[in-house]
């Protein structure tokens, strides 16, 4: 791990004593229970502290951190700087405090890493990691990463198209569906020792969705490996998605004719949909999509239709409602 690495300061208001933030966090959880509403976005309204890009980008390269070959994405906007990027992190197996997950996911082990491809294909395969880069060759892919909780960063994938995996193992004219599964592994993953939720981690996409070319497996970022917290061994980008369907840490990609169900879908489908593409005219049912922050800026932008990817993906969607289907 890079130890110049700095994780922002909170102002001491803020520091709320341990035990009082875990009661606080158990009577939310309880509370949110009760009112049958659910909060991946528990932080919502709590502003991420501002981080310091270029000073972190200096103190980065002095530290021998990896190296982008880009420093910004095709819209002209920088790239989140290493140390946003690995110490901001949405990653429930760890922990719930996305300040918290690079330091519990510095435990995890990555190697060896495998990846099943099974269920309607002619070709069912386990692949090493190593023989999934061998084979597809990982690129850089510069994209911005919208989650469903309205901030975003732009950040620098080393990956190859899922679709190109999928033809090699040739889904059957049945298969529908691509459902994705993350490790389940309570010793190394704390989060998952909490009964609360539907574990293992799952997510799906629809055949054409993931047969996108802009869909791809992550194998790597900034220029060098996947960091743990960040879904190392290997893990799913759709960049016209909330984040969450990117699901980190995959060990099962089937193909199936039937709609995967979701973790976040199981746990509030009236929040969560299937489809969760980055729609600024369909609001959250408790917060605006319309606008969101940018980690490392102070100012909220405009939430792009698709995330800046409409050109690319909006005729997957020509004939459906995305209002029913969010
Ligand atoms: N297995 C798993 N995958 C996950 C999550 C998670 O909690 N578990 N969080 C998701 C969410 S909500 C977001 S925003 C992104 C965050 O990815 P990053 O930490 O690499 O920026 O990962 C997604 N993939
Ligand atoms: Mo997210």
Known sequence: MANSVQIPKIPSSEITPKNVYLNRREFLRTAGLALGTFTLAACVSRTPAPLKSEENKTQEAKAGNPQAKSNKDELGDPINSYSDITHFNNYYEFSTDKQQVAELAAYFTTKPWDVEVYGMVAKPKKYALGDLISAYKPEERVYRLRCVEAWSMVIPWVGFSLSKLLKDAEPTSSAKYVRFETLNRPDEMPGQKDPWY??????????????????????????????????????LVVPWKYGFKSIKAIIKIELTDQQPSTMWSTIAPNEYGFYANVNPQVDHPRWSQASER???????????????????VASLYSNMDLRKNY
């Open 294 to 312: 940018r980690i490392g800026e102070f100012a909220r932008r405009d939430t792009l239709m698709f995330n800046g990817y409409a050109d690319q």
């Open 198 to 235: 539907p574990w293992p981690y799952q997510e799906g996409l629809r055949m054409d969705e993931a047969m996108h070319d802009l869909t791809i497996l992550a194998t790597g970022m900034y220029g060098g490996e996947l960091p743990a917290q960040n879904g190392g061994g290997i893990r």
